[in-house]
């Protein structure tokens, strides 16, 4: 089984930046997608970011539009998300996912689309 790991995630003040990265444990593993999902205690984990991996179109929830920007490296089997003018709401747990699924748009926000999934990484911004 293919496991993601990430890391990257720390405690910073409002207004910082940090760059969570993750990659799969196989080299050669396919995957139309990946992703970044964040879940704070007690809420169901929600979609930030997402990115086709052959094409790498991207897709970002409304909240993180102009401040975070997801990548990929190709050669280096990673995805990354940027986060930069960091806010409070954005502590969470921050996890990485991957869908072997062909999804666009409002497919690849959707939770259910992801079979492979990372640890978390906790991300804690305070103000």
């Known amino acids: 089984q293919v496991q993601l790991v990430e890391s990257g995630g720390g405690l910073v003040q409002a207004g910082d930046s940090l760059r969570l990265s993750c990659a799969p444990s196989?080299?050669?593993?396919?995957?139309?997608?990946m992703g970044w999902f964040r879940q704070e205690p007690g809420k169901e984990r929600a979609f930030v970011a997402a990115?086709?991996?052959?094409?790498?179109?991207?897709y970002y929830t409304d909240s993180v539009k102009g401040r975070f920007t997801i990548s990929r490296d190709i050669a280096k089997n990673t995805v990354y998300l940027q986060m930069n003018s960091l806010k409070p709401e954005d502590t969470a747990v921050y996890y990485c996912?991957?869908?072997?699924?062909?999804?666009?748009?409002?497919?690849?926000?959707?939770?259910?689309?992801?079979?492979?999934w990372g640890q978390g990484t906790q991300v804690t911004v305070s103000s």
């Open positions: 996912a991957a869908t072997t699924n062909d999804c666009s748009g409002y497919g690849c926000s959707q939770r259910l689309q992801y079979g492979y």
């Open positions: 196989a080299r050669t593993f396919s995957r139309y997608a």
């Open positions: 990115i086709t991996w052959r094409f790498g179109i991207p």
